[in-house]
Each structure stands twice: as C-alpha cells, then as structure tokens.
C-alpha cells in the first residue's frame, strides 16, 4: 500500500538555444509542467507534461495541464493506493475526460514510484520489459534559414551527435519548402537520412504535389502532412505516394490507432507519450502499429529531461524500432535540468539504469527556472513561444 503523501506542481521555463521555427509557432523557450508526488513512505516520483507553442499545438497548454492535476487529477490521486498504478490511473480516467498530456505525467510520477520502491528500472514495467539499452536520436533542423541549416547538420554529424534529421516545412509555398529540403538532401543525404514534418500545414492537394517532389529530392520521410482528423485523406495519400506518411497529430491514443492502421493511412506511427495518454497508452499504440506492419519511430514533444527519459523507457521495450528516434528535447534547452546530464553520443541516447526513470534534478537550476520562483533568478528566462 501507497498511500498519497504530497503533490507540487509547477512549470519551468527554460530558453532555447536558438529559435525553433515550426509551422505553427517559433519558440524561444520551452515551458514544462512538472509533477512531484510523494507518497506517505516519503517516496518521490516526477512526471512531466509539455507541449509545443502554448495552445499553437494540441488543445492543452502548459497552464491548463498544471491546473487539470492540481483540480482534477490530485483529488482523484488522494484516494487511491498510488502502487496500483492501473486502478489508480482507471479511476483518474473515470474522473478526468482527455487532458492525455496531464495524464501522461501523472502517470509518469506514479512510474517513478513504483520503480523507485521495487528497485528497477521504469522500462522493466512497461510491456514485456526493457529490449534495449541505446536509442538512435534524430535532431531537428529548425533555424528557419537552409545555410544555417546545413551547418548545422554538419556540426551535429562531426560530432557523432545525430545522422537523422528532421526538417520543419509547411509554412512557405511548396516549391520554397522543396528547395529548402532539396539543398539540405544534397548538402547531407549521402551521410544522413533527412525527413520533414509538415505539422498538418498542407491541403491534400498541396500534400500530393509535395510528397512527390520530396521524393525526388531524397527526402526519406514525409510526417503529417494534412489535418491529423482527415484519415480517408491520409489513407490516400499513403497508398499513392512513394515517400512513406508519418502520422503524428493523427495519433491520440489506441482507438485512433486501430483506425488509422485500419484505414491503411501511415506507413509510420510517431509514437509519443503525451499524445497517447501516457506511457501504458503509447506501448499499446505501438503494439497496434506493429501488428499491423506499420514502421514505429519514438516522437517528442520537445520535452525536458523527465519526459524524454519517461519516453525512452517505453522506446526501449519496443522490438521493432526501425526508424529510430527523436528524443533531443534537452538538447534544444540552454539548462540542463538534471544533477547528470543524460548520456548522447555516438548517433543515440543510452537510457538510464537505475531505479525509477533514474535521474535526479539539479534543485537549484530547478528553482531559478520555476516560474513561480520567489527569489531571483540566476539564470536569464527568455520571453514564452
Ligand atoms: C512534432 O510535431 O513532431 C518534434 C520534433 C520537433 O522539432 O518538433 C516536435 C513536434
Ligand atoms: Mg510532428
């Protein structure tokens, strides 16, 4: 028995390393909402629910996550015995309709938890357990300018950080887009695989000349490219165009799933924890999409450190992993968080071994980014997305 001692929740908000252009929103600074639970044993979990843009992304944002736990969801958890993590998230479900991000990091906490208490890891949880130890990590090039780009991509290759790239499109004219995407495939797609992301930004008609030109320019992988609702659509555009179809925004847990692979509307699930509605969700998720033949990548949402490594834990129950993924949040964040920094290199991120999610915060950096911070902050905050 886990009886609920303590919740904190609070967002962070830490700058950019530079502006990340996408076609909904540039963001400076990434604001994150952090769960801290403790149960009445004095045993803490973190959890983490992010999104990307303020509301320019998915219907919750930093502040209505944060207030869906400490309205709703808290309550719920003050109930429950916090060891039986699916009869309290089923109760909390009962309660709580959608928020899939407040959720998530809940369900991220109560993780940590159980992990912390038995001794393992948070992937020995999850699914069939933990299948491997390093997950490959695509960066996304997202200056908004194709020479800065390119130099960056370069950079990220000498230094064996990242040979995947992700391109952020959809917001110029299609041609434009092309181009962008064209001179980086010539600059690195001999010693990279280059992909976009097109943020549901193109008709269907735009979609169907786009794919087309992205082929043959090299571009490997094409991520939603129209409105994730519109699955008769996709469904269209994946069976006619050579470049496989992502589906990102489309995915919101198991039901939309089935349809989608029903449907036969991706060639690729992006798989992310927040969007699924937590960890549990997303392996099921995956589940579906292998059963159905369909090729799995580890998204983000541009999460902090507790999100990407609650992410990497289920990536790495994953068999089949064969576009790799894209877990670089802390990367794209001027502060490292944690007490150890998470360990990339080598083309990937090596997921932490000890018990729980395995990390730790570094509780100073951590307080000067609170943004209910009471003291002054050491550290300069950018202005929000
Ligand atoms: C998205 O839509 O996939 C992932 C990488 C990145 O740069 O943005 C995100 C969100
Ligand atoms: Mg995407």
Redesign the pocket.
Known sequence: MAAFGHADTFIVDVPTIRPHVLAMATMYAQSMVIVRLTDADGIEGVGEGTTIGGLSYGEESPESIKSAIDTYIVPVLETCDLAQIGATMAKVARCVRGNHFAKCAVETALLDMAGKRLGIPVSELIGGGRVRDRLAVAWTLASGDTGRDIAEGEEMLDRRRHDIFKLKIGKRAVPDDVAHVGAICKALGDRASIRV?V?QNWSEAQAKIGMAMLYDVGCDLV??PIAGDDIAAMARLSGAQAVPLMA??ALRGPRTALRIASAGAAGVF?LKIAQSGGLFAAAEVAAIGAAAGIGLYG?TMLEGAVGTVASAHVFATLPELAWGTELFGPLLQTEDILREPLAYGDFSLAVPTGPGLGIAFDEDKLACFRRDRTAPTLYPVAAGA
Do not use: I
């Open positions: 992301d943020n991520e939603q990102d925004e992006a998204g």
